[in-house]
């Protein structure tokens, strides 16, 4: 399985007015902007996903739909609340595990620190591994089978500086 995680992109500051709710917080016009330049790129290196995961919270919910517009994948566009802050691992594996076909191609769309801890359980079985996973930033992990503790190998990690200048 290929598994891709994509941060999301540069979001309304906490406590600005309006959007005090951290749940609440969208993504900013620079952000809509910067990230419209990295599915650019990814299109550009010819990703394709079989499903697109997200958090529904409003920031990467519109990240994943930027992703998925410009890839044409709107409709393999799903949420999770599994990848909402402070969500399970466990139940987003016990999802994946039900969604027939399984995919071969998975983005995931989510939050710091989440996102990081995530990888590192895949990648080392804990959460020893240390990242700096910047707004934006997309990770290509490689596993056989997706479970809960080390399966995957670190491919790559891109910043959003390296994926526009792809674009």
Known sequence: M????????????????????????PLTPKGRRQLRKIAAAMKQ???????????????????????????????????????????????LFRQ???????????????????????ISRLVTGGVQLQMDFKKGGLCKLDAEKLHAGKCAALLWLLTPKQMKAMA
């Open 45 to 91: 290196m010819g990703l394709d996903f079989d499903l697109i995961l997200s958090s529904p919270l409003p920031r990467a919910k519109q990240t994943a739909e930027i992703v998925a517009a410009r890839l044409k994948l709107k409709k393999r566009l799903n949420f999770s609340n599994a990848l909402a802050p402070g969500g399970d691992p466990a139940i």
């Open 2 to 25: 290929e598994l891709y995680l994509l941060r999301h992109g540069l979001a309304v500051e906490h406590g600005t007015p309006g959007f005090e709710d951290d749940a609440t917080r």
């Open 96 to 118: 994946l595990e039900r969604t027939r076909p399984a995919p071969e191609k998975l983005l995931l769309v989510g939050h710091e620190p989440d996102l990081s801890r995530l």
